[in-house]
C-alpha cells in the first residue's frame, strides 16, 4: 500500500506548477483581455498593497471580478477531490464521492428552502441564507445517514451508502416540491442546483480558506490509517486503527468542507469521482500522496472547466453541467470495470 515517491513528487510539483500557470492564465480571459504582466502586477500589488501604476480599470476586473471566482473554483474543486479521496478510501468504494452520502441533496434542499421562504415574504438576505441553511442541511443529512446506519456498528460502507440513497431519494422528491412552490422563482432554484461560481466573491473566499485548509489537513493526518484501513477491517483493528472513530471524524470533516464548496457553487457533481482515479492510476493508492495531489488536481479540474464555460463559450454554462458531462461517462466506465472485476473474483 505504499506509493511512489519519485513519480508521486514529480506529479505533485508539475500540478502545482500548472495550477499557478492556470489562475494567471485563466485571469487574462474574458470579455476584456488583459495581458499576463498586468495580471501578475495586480496579483504582486495586492501583496505588497502598493498599486505600482496600474490602470485602475484592469485592476478592478482582474482584483474584484476575476480572482476571486477562478481562486474559489481552485479551492472548491480541491475540496471535492480531497473529500472524494476521502470517501473512497473510507467506503472501499470506487464509486464513492461527496455526493454519495446524500450531502449534496441536504445542501441543495437547504438552499431552495431559502429561496421558497422568500417567496413566501420571509426577508432573509440570499447571499447570507443560501449558505447558512445549504450548510445546516448538509450537515443534518449526514447525522440522519449516521442516524440510520448506526444500528452497525462497524458502520460498514454497504450500510453507510444505503442510507445515503435512501436519504437522498427523499430529499430529491422534496426539492421537487420546493420547485413546485418556488412558482416565478423556479429558475433560480434550478441554475443553483446546476452549479456555478459566477457570484463568487472575496467573502466567499475567505469562507473557503479556513474550511479547505482544515479539511485537508486532517485528511492527511489520517491517511496513514487510510492506508491501513485499506487492508481490511481485521487487519486494521489488529494494527490499533480504531475504525468506527476514523471513519466519524472524516465523515464529519469531508461532510463539513462538501457542506461550505455546495453553499458557495451549487451541486458540482463527478470532480471527487474522477480527480482521485486517476491519480490512484498514475502514483498508486497511498493516501499520503493522493489526498495533497487530489486538492491540486481537482482545483486545476474545476479552474479549467469554469475558465472554459466563463471565457471560451459563447454563453456561460452552468459549471456543474460539464463536470456532468465529463463524469457521467467516466462514471459508466468506472461502474464497467467494476462489474468486470466482480466477476473475475
Same mark, same amino acid.
Given at each position: 500500500?505504499?506509493?511512489?515517491?519519485?513519480?508521486?513528487?514529480?506529479?505533485?510539483?508539475?500540478?502545482?506548477?500548472?495550477?499557478?500557470?492556470?489562475?494567471?492564465?485563466? *485571469?487574462?480571459?474574458?470579455?476584456?483581455?488583459?495581458?499576463?504582466?498586468?495580471?501578475?502586477?495586480?496579483?504582486?500589488?495586492?501583496?505588497?498593497?502598493?498599486?505600482?501604476? @496600474?490602470?485602475?480599470?484592469?485592476?478592478?476586473?482582474?482584483?474584484?471580478?476575476?480572482?476571486?471566482?477562478?481562486?474559489?473554483?481552485?479551492?472548491?474543486?480541491?475540496?471535492?477531490?480531497?473529500?472524494?479521496?476521502?470517501?473512497?478510501?473510507?467506503?472501499?468504494?470506487?464509486?464513492?464521492?461527496?455526493?454519495?452520502?446524500?450531502?449534496?441533496?441536504?445542501?441543495?434542499?437547504?438552499?431552495?428552502?431559502?429561496?421558497?421562504?422568500?417567496?413566501?415574504?420571509? $426577508?432573509?438576505?440570499?447571499?447570507?441564507?443560501?449558505?447558512?441553511?445549504?450548510?445546516?442541511?448538509?450537515?443534518?443529512?449526514?447525522?440522519?445517514?449516521?442516524?440510520? *446506519? *448506526?444500528?452497525?456498528?462497524?458502520?460498514?460502507?454497504?450500510?453507510?451508502?444505503?442510507?445515503?440513497?435512501?436519504?437522498?431519494?427523499?430529499?430529491?422528491?422534496?426539492?421537487?416540491? @420546493?420547485?413546485?412552490?418556488?412558482?416565478?422563482?423556479?429558475?433560480?432554484?434550478?441554475?443553483?442546483? $446546476?452549479?456555478?461560481?459566477?457570484? #463568487?466573491?472575496?467573502?466567499?473566499?475567505?469562507?473557503?480558506?479556513?474550511?479547505? #485548509? *482544515?479539511?485537508? #489537513?486532517?485528511?492527511?493526518?489520517?491517511?496513514?490509517?487510510?492506508?491501513? $484501513?485499506?487492508?481490511?477491517?481485521?487487519?486494521?483493528?489488529?494494527?490499533?486503527?480504531?475504525?468506527?472513530?476514523?471513519?466519524?471524524?472524516?465523515?464529519?470533516?469531508?461532510?463539513?468542507?462538501?457542506?461550505?464548496?455546495?453553499?458557495? #457553487?451549487?451541486?458540482?457533481?463527478?470532480?471527487?469521482?474522477?480527480?482521485?482515479?486517476?491519480?490512484?492510476?498514475?502514483?498508486?493508492?497511498?493516501?499520503?500522496?493522493?489526498?495533497?495531489?487530489?486538492?491540486?488536481?481537482?482545483?486545476?479540474?474545476?479552474?479549467?472547466?469554469?475558465?472554459?464555460?466563463?471565457?471560451?463559450?459563447?454563453?456561460?454554462?452552468?459549471?456543474?453541467?460539464?463536470?456532468? @458531462?465529463?463524469?457521467?461517462?467516466?462514471?459508466?466506465?468506472?461502474?464497467?470495470?467494476?462489474?468486470?472485476?466482480?466477476?473475475?473474483?
Amino acid at each position: 500500500m505504499t506509493g511512489r515517491p519519485g513519480p508521486s513528487a514529480a506529479l505533485a510539483l508539475l500540478l502545482a506548477l500548472l495550477l499557478c500557470t492556470g489562475v494567471v492564465a485563466s *485571469a487574462t480571459m474574458g470579455f476584456m483581455k488583459v495581458p499576463a504582466r498586468e495580471v501578475l502586477a495586480v496579483l504582486l500589488s495586492g501583496l505588497s498593497g502598493r498599486e505600482n501604476g @496600474l490602470d485602475p480599470v484592469v485592476g478592478a476586473v482582474v482584483r474584484d471580478v476575476r480572482l476571486p471566482r477562478i481562486l474559489a473554483a481552485v479551492l472548491v474543486g480541491g475540496g471535492l477531490a480531497v473529500c472524494g479521496a476521502v470517501f473512497q478510501a473510507i467506503l472501499l468504494n470506487p464509486l464513492a464521492d461527496p455526493y454519495t452520502l446524500g450531502i449534496s441533496s441536504g445542501a441543495a434542499f437547504g438552499a431552495s428552502l431559502v429561496i421558497v421562504l422568500q417567496v413566501f415574504g420571509l $426577508m432573509l438576505p440570499t447571499s447570507l441564507g443560501v449558505p447558512l441553511f445549504a450548510f445546516f442541511g448538509a450537515v443534518a443529512t449526514l447525522f440522519v445517514v449516521l442516524a440510520l *446506519a *448506526a444500528d452497525d456498528r462497524r458502520l460498514s460502507s454497504t450500510s453507510l451508502i444505503l442510507s445515503g440513497v435512501i436519504v437522498a431519494a427523499i430529499l430529491s422528491a422534496a426539492i421537487g416540491f @420546493l420547485k413546485f412552490l418556488a412558482d416565478e422563482q423556479v429558475g433560480i432554484i434550478i441554475f443553483w442546483l $446546476m452549479g456555478s461560481l459566477s457570484g #463568487a466573491s472575496w467573502q466567499d473566499f475567505s469562507v473557503l480558506v479556513p474550511v479547505t #485548509a *482544515a479539511g485537508l #489537513a486532517v485528511s492527511f493526518l489520517y491517511s496513514r490509517d487510510l492506508n491501513i $484501513m485499506a487492508t481490511g477491517e481485521r487487519a486494521a483493528v489488529t494494527l490499533g486503527v480504531d475504525t468506527v472513530r476514523l471513519r466519524k471524524i472524516l465523515l464529519i470533516t469531508c461532510s463539513l468542507v462538501t457542506a461550505v464548496c455546495v453553499s458557495v #457553487a451549487g451541486i458540482i457533481g463527478f470532480v471527487g469521482l474522477i480527480v482521485p482515479h486517476l491519480l490512484r492510476y498514475l502514483v498508486g493508492p497511498d493516501n499520503r500522496w493522493l489526498v495533497p495531489l487530489s486538492f491540486l488536481g481537482g482545483g486545476l479540474l474545476l479552474l479549467s472547466a469554469d475558465t472554459l464555460t466563463r471565457a471560451v463559450l459563447p454563453a456561460e454554462v452552468p459549471i456543474g453541467v460539464l463536470t456532468a @458531462l465529463i463524469g457521467g461517462p467516466f462514471f459508466c466506465f468506472i461502474f464497467k470495470r467494476r462489474q468486470r472485476h466482480d466477476r473475475l473474483l
